[in-house]
């Protein structure tokens, strides 16, 4: 699970760039940013719907078995012109800067889907009229998984851009060109961030808005013990549908901020009944080769664990999995990934090997209901196809639905549409659906939504296993468990 979070703050002294553990961690730590919520556990008595260092910026306009809720805010704006003054804003266009790392040399086009999908989101916005009438143009700013580069465009985009969409920026640590960015009138009002994923302190700061999120850590950071909630619903229809459960999870130690994240997720599924074998949490690199991961192979060899959870990137599951199957482990019942692995070049680069690896997804698994979704299906087509679609591209169009929506808000209440106002309508979203896309969220309390598909890689195809039917979440109330661990 990668929900970012830590004490927030609104203050700084210019431009911080927090050292992370090199360029091989930054590498695996580019390689699970896609996860935003791909994490931890599910039974379910009731399912319900729900490079160089100048940026480069560049301009384009741009549950039971019920069906998924719509958010119903994302279709047409209100009708009639609201008055707009703030950067960004003019009486025809409105302007979102998009900050994403796609040119870079040790991840080439990692998240181009997720400008594409932008981009898509905004053409058909425009196609339909606009936002009350006024046209959507986004700012893209190629931040190149480089923190001189990301820092750049923050600037430029305070400077030019309503607020950000999609943000798909590994190296924005640095709070105080988001937080003291000045609106029209000169006041320090902050920059609008609607996050595709954040890591701390960023995930933490009132400024930027997620669909996942532990915001009762957010409050509770300096407090011994911290409080977590987290999501626990496939752990809960594992227990259910295997008896005695025990083994390890391992986490990606390539930011430190992840144990943080992470290990909370892992003592409350353990506390559901999977017994923990060894030294339980495990932290490993996702730069490890598959060789280096022979001591834990070890470790469930000596303890016949029959369940393990690989926490830290897809491609260190595909060594995982090949090096269990060299070694001869056969006791393992449930093997289980972030919701990193959801993507074809999982089973392309895994093969046989990674038959029956379960995943827990927070959105609509995209490759079987995309026709159960018109939203979904939408983006699929405008994308050209499953092939061009991947979890980084449904984040960020799901950030730009929560966009909308908030305009939307703001202009049905007939208010002066500035990013004060924006702020406002992003904190009053407690029950985001991206029409669907997404179960139920408390978007502005930035909670973990109990709204889950937990799906299962069976002959090459991801399948649903829990719910079974297209277009629902399992959304019992019990998927989301609250821990006191003292972590940080």
């Known amino acids: ?37 791909g994490c931890s556990s599910a039974s379910s008595t009731s399912s319900a719907p729900a490079a160089s260092s100048a940026p480069a910026w560049s301009s384009a306009p741009a549950s039971a078995s019920a069906p998924a809720a719509s958010s119903g805010a994302s279709s047409a704006a209100p009708t009639g012109t609201v008055p707009a003054n703030d950067v960004g804003i003019t009486a025809t266009t409105i302007k979102v800067g998009l900050i994403a790392d796609v040119n870079n040399p040790l991840v080439p086009g990692l ?40 820092t750049a465009c923050v600037i430029k985009a305070c400077q030019n851009d309503f607020a950000l969409v999609g943000t798909s920026a590994n190296a924005l640590e640095d709070l105080s060109d988001v937080d003291g960015c000045k609106n029209a009138a000169g006041k320090a009002v902050g920059l609008p961030d609607l996050a595709a994923f954040a890591f701390p302190p960023l995930s933490c ?36 549908n295997n008896t005695g459960l025990h083994g390890i999870w391992l986490y990606d130690s390539d930011d430190p901020t992840f144990k943080i994240t992470q290990t909370p997720v892992f003592q409350a599924e353990s506390n559901l009944g999977i017994k923990a074998d060894g030294q ?7 730069a490890l080769p598959q060789s280096a991961l022979t001591p834990y192979i070890q470790q469930i060899k000596a303890s016949g664990s029959t369940f393990v959870y690989d926490d830290v990137t897809s491609q260190s599951m595909v060594l995982l999995r090949k090096e269990a199957a060299l070694q001869g482990v056969s006791s393992v019942k449930v093997w289980e990934c972030n919701s990193g692995c959801y993507d074809p070049t999982f089973t392309a680069e895994g093969g046989s090997a990674v038959n029956g690896t379960y995943a827990n997804l927070l959105d609509l698994p995209y490759m079987t209901d995309y026709k159960a979704n018109p939203q979904l299906d939408k983006l699929v087509t405008d994308l050209g196809g499953l092939d061009k679609v991947s979890n980084n591209a449904i984040n960020s169009y799901v950030m730009a639905i929560l966009f909308q929506d908030a305009v939307n808000k703001v202009i049905a209440s007939g208010q002066t549409l500035d990013r004060a106002s924006l702020f406002t309508a992003l904190g009053d979203e407690h029950s ?23 799906v299962q890689l069976q002959n090459g195809v991801w399948n649903r296993v829990d719910p079974t039917t297209p277009g629902t979440f399992d959304c019992n109330p019990a998927n989301v468990a609250t821990i006191k661990m003292n972590v940080s």
């Open 1 to 37: 699970m990668r929900p970012g979070n830590e004490q927030p703050s609104r203050s700084g002294a210019g431009p911080r760039t927090r050292r992370r553990a090199g360029l091989a961690g930054l590498i695996a730590v580019a390689a699970a940013a896609l996860v935003a919520a």
């Open 205 to 240: 700061d009132p400024d930027t808005y997620l669909t996942a999120g532990l915001g009762s850590y957010c409050s509770t950071a300096k407090d011994n013990p911290q409080t977590y909630k987290v999501p626990v619903a496939d752990a809960r229809y594992l227990t259910s």
């Open 280 to 286: 339980k949490f495990y932290a490993v690199s996702g």
């Open 432 to 454: 985001f659906t991206a029409d669907g896309i997404i179960g139920p969220t408390d978007v502005g309390n930035r909670l973990p939504s109990n709204c889950s598909v937990l």
């Open 111 to 150: 998240f181009q889907v997720a400008v594409n999908a932008v981009n898509a989101w905004a053409k058909d916005v425009n196609a339909a009229g606009g936002l009350d009438g006024r046209q959507v143009q986004v700012d893209f700013c190629d931040s190149q998984l480089n923190p001189n580069s990301t």
